[in-house]
């Protein structure tokens, strides 16, 4: 079975700060990643994936993340957080080549940015 | 941009009544889920939709849910006899037809059962 887990419920870095947020897997086959946003009262907005190729992928907003096979690691990171920026970020997994793609969703970390 | 749409954006109910949560997905996908997310809680996955059937159920749609798209374009979540427990922000979302492909969300509907 397939899991994830975010290190830290709750992140806070000044503005301007660097900004990683931590994401392990647990998949049996080759995973499909990805990291969500949820603003305050909004839905769920898609930052980045990773599905194949490059293991390091840009995002939007200045987003990237690694996905790392040897450590089951796809960290998110930002080299200079703004204001902006605060908001809940999910990590999920889906099956690789599985017909359905169903998300499994980590607990999420909610990132605050301070002036 | 296409985009998912959610109506109700947010819906008061009584326990024991019916609950239909309704959805649009993205024209031109073929595959529809739902997931739900308690207040505080991470989200999670209630059901996927491919060519008009289920084709894959989490153990917390049981009995008291179902779905269905009862035209080209909606896709319903009924919860026939809602609990306290099921108060939620309930999320649709849609794909195309290859897994791997975002899955796009939209903005939930909350749910509040009193």
């Known amino acids: 079975a397939q899991s994830v887990t975010q290190l830290g419920s709750h992140v806070s870095v000044s503005e301007g700060a660097l900004v990683l947020l931590r994401c392990n897997y647990s998949?049996?086959?080759?995973?499909?990643l990805f990291w969500y946003v949820q603003y305050p009262n909004q839905g769920l907005q898609l930052l980045l994936k990773y599905t194949t190729g490059a293991t390091l992928v840009k995002g939007i907003n200045g987003f990237e993340a690694e996905f790392k096979k040897s450590e089951t690691s796809f960290h998110l990171t930002k080299p200079s957080a703004h204001m902006s920026d605060a908001a809940e970020y999910f990590c999920a997994v889906s099956e690789h080549g599985g017909s359905q793609g169903n998300l499994i969703f980590g607990k999420g970390t909610k990132l605050s940015v301070k002036p | 941009e296409p985009e998912v749409t959610q109506t109700p954006s947010h819906q008061v109910t009584q326990m024991g009544q019916e609950v239909i949560l309704r959805c649009v997905p993205i024209s031109n996908h073929l595959y529809f889920y739902w997931y739900r997310q308690i207040l505080g809680q991470k989200v999670e996955f209630l059901v996927s939709?491919?060519?008009?059937?289920?084709?894959?159920k989490s153990e917390i749609f049981d009995d008291q849910f179902s779905v269905e798209r009862p035209d080209g374009s909606n896709f319903t979540l009924k919860i026939r006899s809602t609990k306290l427990e099921d108060s939620a922000m309930y999320f649709c979302?849609?794909?195309?037809?290859?897994?791997?492909?975002?899955?796009?969300f939209g903005e939930g509907s909350w749910l509040t059962v009193v």
């Open positions: 979302a849609s794909r195309t037809d290859r897994a791997g492909n975002t899955i796009y």
């Open positions: 998949s049996s086959v080759p995973p499909y």
């Open positions: 939709f491919y060519n008009n059937e289920i084709s894959e």
